[in-house]
């Protein structure tokens, strides 16, 4: 069975006529040009007129080919029984390879390994390339079924090498695709992401290979992106529909989406095809036992399954080793499925507060990469022109995702301060108070009514009472769901709120100042300022504002905000060329020390501090304009200990993020 190098030439060149040998051989030529373009009926058709001529074994090879490629296992094995007492030398390699094939997805992982091995030899013998990286390809996908991943990874590889050499740069993206999907099931889910982008650029075709489409919805259904995925999933699913191409996973992926947007019905129709659906239909026994074998995630859900069917004390050993295992392989999913569940079981105050720290989202910061940066800067011009938004939003996040996220250092909250850390789950909002090393636990009714009573006692210029917090002169807090929304420092304490202990961070490193002052500002406080503390006012543009971001020790913004509740790190600032987005202070290698927000509620105190800012001040409310030059005059008296400025302006809804310890002289 010949190969084209380029497909697309042999369909534009070949014409079947001459003698009944010749148009044989064009029937065949043609027949595989368009198999290898995922031209599925077209092939066939060609192949079939073939056999009808001639009957030639190498026609019912080239049916066995797309039979294979159809799913149609049983039609495939019959043309290749057909065929195979028929064929010699390195057709019957070729037939031996389409075997191997067969067996990678219906045996033993081991047998479709030592046949393609086999195989492997025989065509390097016969020097048949491409062919050759057909069969590496195989095993590759082999050792996949195997989790042997590392050598999987090794023939994807080479067989990548041999179809670069061969002039074949699609099926040498498929290739690198192929890699992709090695890492995705070792759990790093950010060399998947990365190498499918690659794969594109490369040239992969994904109209004539749809499964490649199913792989990445996959990938950006493991990151939580529902919305993409489905995006992804309906091409390929009228791309299999066009060519008569069955794909059961596109199948389980549609029933996974809607599972995620709280249609369980597709996934229990799915019965045994997925084992996250089997958890969804009780088959918890089946799942549970793939805790010991299998990828990454597979495992993890097992351990999930595990904890599902066991008691209490069982269940919570059982959550603990699946975060175990995705700790070691830097995996995410199903992470917050196992918290939960340990969350839901977790009694003691104690417990609580060990799982709520485990199931707080820990948010990874974006790649500081040239790529992402005009990906930021399509989006701003678009949103100036008033062009749609969508696409441009999730090239952001496609570029996030695909990169290697950095980290930040973190430390551990001391314990000589009281803490208090809310938690909600299950409909239910739940404080775990520890003071002097005694923790209590209590349920919060109606947090939101809590909420909108301080902030209207704040409006009227009343005191705000609650009980939320101890007794303390100062204390740390942790919020969660709608109590992000309270003004802690109104209510009478010097208040650390953090988003996790995780964030605290008790040095300081010193710096410049810096102002920047955004446009459509009624009063501009920052001249004031900069004349009585020093310091240097940057041009308002986002790259001014960024580089001059870099490395501060305090930096005031004066600016109008946005908060995007869906995506906070698409809430921003005004700025004089477009928004200054989360994730644009997500690039700051060294973020400012100390960082005063005077604007509305922007939403970016949680970029900062995830970037590695020590303490933000900034407000849940609108702040009347007469007043902001006054306030922001007393945070920069008291800018020395953050959580006692913000405490001077509580009034106005500030609060202090982060470690609001005195700054070390």
């Given at each position: 069975m010949?190969a084209?190098?380029?497909p697309?030439?042999t369909i534009?060149?070949t014409?079947?006529?001459g003698t009944k040998?010749?148009?044989a ?6 027949s595989?040009?368009?198999v290898?373009?995922?031209h599925?009926?077209v ?7 073939g056999?009808?001529?001639t009957?030639e074994a ?5 049916l066995?080919?797309?039979?294979l490629d159809r799913g149609?296992?049983k039609q495939?094995?019959?043309?290749l029984?057909?065929a195979t ?6 057709e019957?390699?070729?037939?031996r390879c389409?075997?191997g ?5 219906s045996?033993?992982p081991?047998?479709?390994?030592a046949?393609?091995?086999?195989v492997?030899r025989?065509?390097r ?6 062919w ?6 195989g ?7 195997a989790?042997?991943?590392v ?5 994807f590889?080479?067989?990548q ?22 890492a995705?099931l070792a759990?790093?889910l950010p060399l998947?992401l990365?190498r499918y ?8 075709d ?7 489409l ?6 950006l259904?493991?990151?939580g992106?529902?919305t993409?995925a ?16 069955h794909?059961?996973?596109l199948a389980?992926?549609s029933?996974?989406?809607a ?10 129709r799915l019965?045994g ?5 089997m958890?969804a239909?009780g088959?918890?026994?089946?799942v549970?036992a793939h805790?010991?074998?299998g ?11 595990q904890?599902r ?10 959550c603990r080793a699946?975060?175990k ?8 999913w199903?992470?917050?499925e196992?918290?939960g569940?340990a969350?839901?079981?977790?009694r ?13 989202a820990?948010?990874p ?9 005009r990906?930021l800067?399509?989006l701003?011009?678009a949103?100036?022109?008033g062009?749609?938004l ?5 090239d952001?996040r496609?570029l ?6 950095r980290?930040?250092p973190?430390a551990?909250a ?11 789950h299950e409909?239910r909002t739940?404080?775990?108070t ?5 923790a209590?636990?209590?349920?919060i009714?109606?947090?939101a009514?809590l909420v909108?009573t301080a902030k209207?006692?704040?409006r009227?210029?009343r005191?705000?009472t609650?009980d ?7 204390v740390i807090?942790i919020?969660d769901?709608v109590l ?5 420092a109104?209510?009478?304490r010097?208040?650390?709120?953090i ?8 040095s300081?490193?010193?710096g410049h100042r810096?102002?920047?002052t955004g446009?459509?500002?009624q009063?501009?406080?920052v001249p004031?300022?900069q004349?009585?503390h020093?310091?240097?006012i ?9 580089n001059?971001?870099e490395?501060?020790?305090?930096a005031?913004i004066?600016?109008h ?6 995506n906070p ?5 005004e700025?004089e060329?477009?928004?200054?987005y989360?994730?644009d ?8 020390e100390i ?8 939403g ?5 501090l995830?970037?590695?800012t020590?303490a933000?001040?900034a407000?849940?409310l609108p702040?009347?304009?007469?007043q902001?030059?006054?306030?922001m005059?007393?945070v ?11 405490r001077a302006?509580?009034h106005?809804?500030f609060s ?10």
């Amino acid at each position: 069975m010949s190969a084209s190098a380029d497909p697309q030439a042999t369909i534009a060149s070949t014409e079947v006529r001459g003698t009944k040998a010749q148009r044989a051989d064009a029937l065949h030529d043609l027949s595989v040009a368009h198999v290898e373009l995922g031209h599925l009926d077209v092939a066939a058709r060609f192949a079939r007129r073939g056999l009808r001529l001639t009957s030639e074994a190498r026609f019912h090879l080239v049916l066995a080919w797309i039979d294979l490629d159809r799913g149609r296992r049983k039609q495939s094995l019959q043309h290749l029984d057909l065929a195979t007492p028929h064929l010699r030398g390195g057709e019957l390699a070729r037939a031996r390879c389409l075997r191997g094939l067969h067996l990678c997805q219906s045996a033993e992982p081991r047998l479709a390994i030592a046949e393609l091995t086999a195989v492997i030899r025989e065509l390097r013998r016969y020097g048949d390339e491409r062919w050759l990286a057909n069969a590496l390809i195989g095993r590759g996908i082999a050792r996949c079924n195997a989790t042997r991943l590392v050598s999987a990874e090794a023939d994807f590889s080479a067989a990548q090498t041999v179809l670069l050499a061969l002039g074949e740069p699609g099926r040498a993206a498929m290739c690198l695709h192929n890699r992709g999907f090695v890492a995705m099931l070792a759990g790093d889910l950010p060399l998947a992401l990365r190498r499918y982008e690659e794969a594109a650029k490369a040239g992969l075709d994904s109209t004539s290979r749809p499964e490649a489409l199913v792989d990445r919805a996959e990938a950006l259904l493991a990151a939580g992106l529902t919305t993409e995925a489905r995006r992804v999933l309906a091409p390929a699913m009228e791309l299999l529909r066009r060519c008569n191409r069955h794909v059961p996973e596109l199948a389980v992926l549609s029933a996974r989406c809607a599972l995620r947007d709280g249609d369980p019905g597709p996934a229990l129709r799915l019965g045994g095809a997925d084992v996250e659906f089997m958890l969804a239909a009780g088959k918890l026994d089946a799942v549970a036992a793939h805790r010991f074998r299998g990828p990454v995630q597979t495992r993890a859900l097992g351990w999930l399954a595990q904890a599902r069917r066991s008691s209490r004390r069982g269940a919570l050993a059982a959550c603990r080793a699946g975060l175990k295992l995705l700790d070691e392989h830097h995996g995410d999913w199903p992470r917050r499925e196992l918290t939960g569940h340990a969350l839901g079981l977790a009694r003691t105050a104690r417990e609580v507060l060990h799982w709520s720290e485990q199931h707080r989202a820990s948010v990874p910061l974006p790649p500081n990469e040239p790529e992402l940066a005009r990906a930021l800067t399509n989006l701003r011009r678009a949103r100036a022109f008033g062009l749609p938004l969508e696409a441009m939003e999730r090239d952001v996040r496609r570029l996030t995702l695909a990169s290697a996220a950095r980290t930040t250092p973190c430390a551990t909250a001391p314990a000589e301060l009281p803490l208090v850390s809310f938690i909600v789950h299950e409909g239910r909002t739940r404080a775990v108070t520890l003071i002097d090393g005694r923790a209590h636990l209590r349920v919060i009714p109606e947090p939101a009514e809590l909420v909108r009573t301080a902030k209207l006692a704040l409006r009227a210029g009343r005191a705000v009472t609650t009980d939320l917090l101890p007794d303390e002169e100062e204390v740390i807090v942790i919020p969660d769901g709608v109590l992000h929304e309270m003004p802690w420092a109104a209510l009478g304490r010097r208040v650390h709120v953090i988003p996790s202990l995780r964030h605290w961070q008790p040095s300081s490193r010193g710096g410049h100042r810096t102002w920047i002052t955004g446009p459509h500002l009624q009063n501009d406080e920052v001249p004031e300022l900069q004349r009585q503390h020093g310091g240097t006012i940057a041009k308002s543009t986002v790259e001014s504002t960024v580089n001059a971001l870099e490395g501060a020790g305090i930096a005031h913004i004066a600016a109008h905000g946005h908060v995007n509740q869906d995506n906070p790190l698409f809430s921003y600032l005004e700025l004089e060329d477009g928004p200054l987005y989360g994730y644009d202070i997500a690039r700051i290698e060294n973020p400012p020390e100390i960082v005063v927000l005077s604007a509305c509620e922007s939403g970016l105190a949680r970029a900062f501090l995830d970037a590695g800012t020590r303490a933000v001040i900034a407000t849940t409310l609108p702040v009347p304009d007469a007043q902001v030059s006054e306030a922001m005059a007393e945070v920069h008296r008291r800018i020395g200990h953050p959580a006692e400025a913000a405490r001077a302006v509580a009034h106005l809804g500030f609060s202090c993020y982060g470690t609001g310890t005195r700054v070390a002289a």
